[in-house]
């Protein structure tokens, strides 16, 4: 069953009850809502969504660590749920500003990594000026308050 995702966010109606072309989302928690990315980059892409409005991943501080491993979590719960139980073969990441189209943290969920094609591969890139891992993005967050 489709959920609708709650809150002012540009995700609006991408998930709601009724709209058959419009991705379900496999699945809702109070504070995170996941669903098919519109634009498959994977045999598995889903977007990880809080349903409060975050800005970018750039704009998160280490307060907000809790938030983006929960967002990792379900994420590999929703890929276990879809039947894809290889989680070694998973890329999870945010686009890093200004390389993103949605200034609202999401994050991307694609599996199996070994099946991007080329053009995926380029744009969902470890270790580039545009795409940040979730490991990566913790670590960094974690790294800026030791710092502080």
């Known amino acids: 069953m ?19 072309q419009q991705p379900c989302a496999p699945v809702q928690y109070d504070d995170l809502v996941c669903f098919r ?6 045999p598995h892409h889903y977007l990880v969504v809080p349903v409060e409005h975050m800005g970018n991943c750039k704009t998160l501080k280490a307060e907000h660590v809790p938030v983006v491993q929960r967002m990792v ?5 929703v890929l276990q749920r879809n039947n894809f139980n290889d989680l070694n073969d998973v890329r999870m990441g945010f686009h890093w500003p200004p390389f993103c189209s949605i200034s609202h943290l999401h994050l991307h969920v694609l599996a199996p990594a070994s ?33 502080s």
Request: proline letters at 6%; hydrophobic letters at 45%.
């Open 2 to 20: 489709c959920v609708s995702v709650l809150g002012a966010s540009p995700w609006l109606g991408l998930a709601v009850p009724g709209q058959p």
């Open 37 to 42: 990315d519109i634009r498959p980059g994977a």
């Open 73 to 77: 979590e379900v994420g590999k719960a």
């Open 115 to 147: 099946q991007l094609g080329f053009l995926s591969r380029l744009v969902y890139r470890i270790n580039s000026y545009w795409f940040i891992t979730a490991d990566q993005l913790i670590e960094r967050l974690q790294t800026e308050n030791a710092a």
